[in-house]
């Protein structure tokens, strides 16, 4: 990572790309930490697969409001104070998610904690993005992605040492962390460029940023990013939130479930290195349709893997790919649409693909508490993911080597 960091052109744009990686890092720290949390509170709670399903799911839904409003609010007021706020608001609910008496009041927490991690994601590649050079910019994007893979990598390490000794509660208290680091951002990186120079204008109401995201000249991007964002989403919530419990359903305990999702979470950095260097060799296009539909083969094969040796290699090739096309995703998103709509056309097809992660831990849980097999649900998810492939090769135009509008 840090030999592709090094090809950026100054050290503004590497402090940028740290900075807003680490916030990142936080963020993915928060998610890998609920999907542990569920299985150790499935136990300690005697909750059912529904109610794993519908606490994982509350948190999609947060993120899908968060992703929309930030995204709108990003393009009227900046994208460093909306990252900023947005920072603190999942930070302080993922605290006091660690004095949760009961499960509602787990949820509520959880719910605003998804607010502002949906909401910091699309505005924080959108930050990138507008402020390095074409030459790099899907690159650093997809390295500003690849921090997602440290945040789990984080989080399954704080799973595998610290839950099963001292319990899910102190795992939770460590998510209130980043809420310190914000105060570093504050003064450590700047506005993007392209947004400074829109600054100066009248903004732009918010009734015509939507308008203009559904015009007949963005149309066919929108709809092909919205069906991209949800099948993907869709895929990754119901595979990743459910790979510890799932792992517990193919017959291994709690801590043994948690050491071979985290051997699988670190397939994560080369999958998000070799779509970083091909994205900017090959097209957005060609990561994304071929990361997809290996993702799709992977999920296949993880779910009808029946020994041991086969759970881990279908799992690493799982992670691998699936979260090299997150990446490619990423850096994609922002380049469709012009600076006075970017964050808003980013963050509205963030926020609908949101609605695949409400969607896909839920309809899990009902699956699993209705005894459907493991191999059944994971073609559902096959199926989706090769949807989003296809949508990608028909409906994607490539914005390789383009600069932004």
Known sequence: MFNQMSLLQNRKQRKLLFSAGLSWMFDAMDVGMISFVV??????????????????????????????????????????????????????????????????????????????????????STLVSESMPVQERGRAVVLLESFWALGWILSALIAYFVIPDYGWRIAFAIGAVPALYALYLRKAIDDSPKFAEIKKAPPVPLKARVAAVWSAEYRRSTIMLWILWFTVVFSYYGMFLWLPTVMVLKGFSLVKSFEYVLIMTLAQLPGYFTAAYFIEKFGRKFVLVIYLLLTAVSAAWFGNSSTEGMLMAAGICLSFFNLGAWGGMYAYTPELYPTTIRSTGAGLATSFGRIGGIIAPTLVGVMVGNSVGIGSIFMIFFGTIVVGALAVLFLGKETKGLELQ
Do not use: H, Q
């Not at 799911?57 to 995204?71: E, F, K, L």
């Not at 998610?97 to 904690?113: D, E, K, T």
């Open 39 to 124: 299985a150790a509170l499935a136990k300690e709670w005697s909750l059912g697969p529904e109610k794993i399903g519908y606490l994982t799911s509350i948190n999609s839904v947060g993120m899908a409001v968060g992703a929309a409003a930030a995204g709108i609010l990003a393009d009227r007021f900046g994208r460093k104070s909306v990252l900023l706020w947005t920072l603190l608001i999942f930070s302080v609910a993922s605290g006091l998610s660690a004095f949760a008496a009961g499960y509602a009041v787990l949820c509520v927490l959880r719910f605003i904690a998804g607010f502002g991690l949906g909401g910091e994601l699309p505005v924080a």
